[in-house]
């Protein structure tokens, strides 16, 4: 009952935007969003994450300056801006999120984000 939902990934060109989208079924503490490589054997990677609270926002080393993560908390969700796609880019992007500190947390079912030419 806990498991965020995304939606908005596809097939883009390098160069382009997309705009996902990670609602949660209730209020979290944090919200991120992970990419999962689609080579065998790599790890999911933090790509961004937003804490509640005026906390700043921290991203991965690929995605600095590129993407942009923002919550709207009366919705409960998570937005996650990706410009100047690259191909590297591509993967399933995972929403996570955590109630509370310390605490459990719950991965959406994975959205699919492809850059091509």
């Known amino acids: 009952q806990g498991q965020p939902v995304e939606s908005g990934g596809g097939l883009v060109q390098p160069g382009e935007s997309l705009r996902l989208s990670c609602v949660a079924p209730?209020?979290?503490?944090?919200m991120a969003w992970y990419r999962q490589d689609p080579s065998p054997g790599k790890p999911r990677d933090l790509v961004a994450s937003i804490p509640s609270g005026l906390s700043t926002p921290i991203y991965g080393d690929s995605v600095k300056g590129r993407f942009t993560i923002s919550r709207d908390n009366a919705k409960n969700t998570v937005y996650l801006e990706m410009e100047s796609l690259k191909p590297e880019d591509t993967g399933i992007y995972y929403c996570y999120v955590q109630y509370k500190p310390m605490s459990e947390g719950y991965w959406g079912q994975g959205t699919q984000v492809t850059v091509s030419s």
């Open positions: 209730k209020s979290a503490w944090l």
